[in-house]
Structure formats: C-alpha cells, structure tokens
C-alpha cells in the first residue's frame, strides 16, 4: 500500500483528525507498528514519481504520548538523493562495420552495472540503502546518507576504456557535482566518492583524489564505503 501526501510536510506535525490526509498518516504509522511496510511519499516525491524518478519513502514518528499526532521526519540528504537505486539490465550489440568498438561498449556497461550492483549489496549489508540522484539535483550514479553526511558517487568502469581517461572523467564529474550542491547549500555535509569497477594500476590516483577531497573506493571492497 502507498500514501501519496502531496505537499511540503517535512518536520510538520500532522494532526488534524478532519482532514483526510492526516487520518491517512496515522493510519500508515499505525499499519507500520504493526509490521506492515506502508510507503508515504511527500510532495517532491510525488513529482518524482509523475516524472519517471523513484521517489524517497519518508519516515514516520507519533508524537510521544499523543496517538492521533503524527511528525513526517525530514531525512539527510533532502534535495539530494531519490529514491532506491536498482541495477539495469545490460544489451547486446552486435558486431558491425561501426568505428565505435560495440563489444567493447557493452563490456564497460555490464562491468559498470554489476559495480553498482555490488555497491548496493556491500551497503546493504550495513543496512544502508543506495539511492540514484533527486529530480532536481545533479546526475551523479549514486549515493547515500550516514548521519549528517551525503555522499554521492560517480561509478567507473575500467574495462574496454582508458583507465586514466575514466579516472579523470570521474574526478571533474564528481567534483562539479558537489560543488553545484555546496553552491545551492543543501543540508548536510556533501562527501564526493569515485567508484571503481577494480583497483586502479596507477596509484597516484589515490593520493590525488584524497588532495582533491574526493574519496576512491573499488570493488570489490569499497574500502572507506
């Protein structure tokens, strides 16, 4: 079951028993406290959704001691991150007279999506979910929340592509992204990471990215993640 709320409840206390959102949230929290997952989803997430972009499920809290007062809880990352990131099925290309080496193509796509893919399984396991990007913000690949702290990541395949062109792309990719976050003052401190598909050869590009501000991880470890 999904609650659609459509407006801006964050932080809002939600308790006027006459109106039909509100006995909908106290509904929701309560089917919550009886184990069952009820997705709420707040204004911004609802145009997620219209516009094809998963959107943020919002947690619930009751008001201590009050049943019939409900508070929809602002979450790290507001603004930032979407909703849960999935890996993509991967197509086939068949070979031809193109000079775009197609194979190779396909092969740094699958390498990048099962990157992603053990990305989510690693932070799962931490019970930290993987979100793609907010609707409004920029499109880096992925990220997540701990505490006060968002990051988001750009994911780099090495396979079938210059490994130094990739690390380069990636590092001004997630540089420009979190400086357009820090330019528009989101909330919370943004932590830029590069994600790559194995551990690069060259290792200057460790002390590098960390000069830069920019966390380097790989699979299949994703040291620092």
Known sequence: MTVFVHGDLASQAVTDPHREYSKKLVRAAWERDRGYHVCVVDGDGFADLIDGHPARCRELQRAHGIDDHVLVLPQTGDGILGG???QHRVGRHEPGAL?????HLDKGTEAHESTIAALIEHLARQHVELRGHARNAPRFDAGWSRGDDVFIAEVKSLTGASEDQQIRLGIGQVLDYAHQLQLART????RP???LEKQPTDP???SLTETSGILLTWAPDFAGC
């Open 99 to 103: 000079a775009l080496d197609l194979a």
């Open 193 to 195: 990471v590069l994600v």
């Open 187 to 190: 909330c919370g401190r943004v």
């Open 204 to 206: 200057r590009w460790t």
């Open 84 to 86: 849960p990131l999935q």
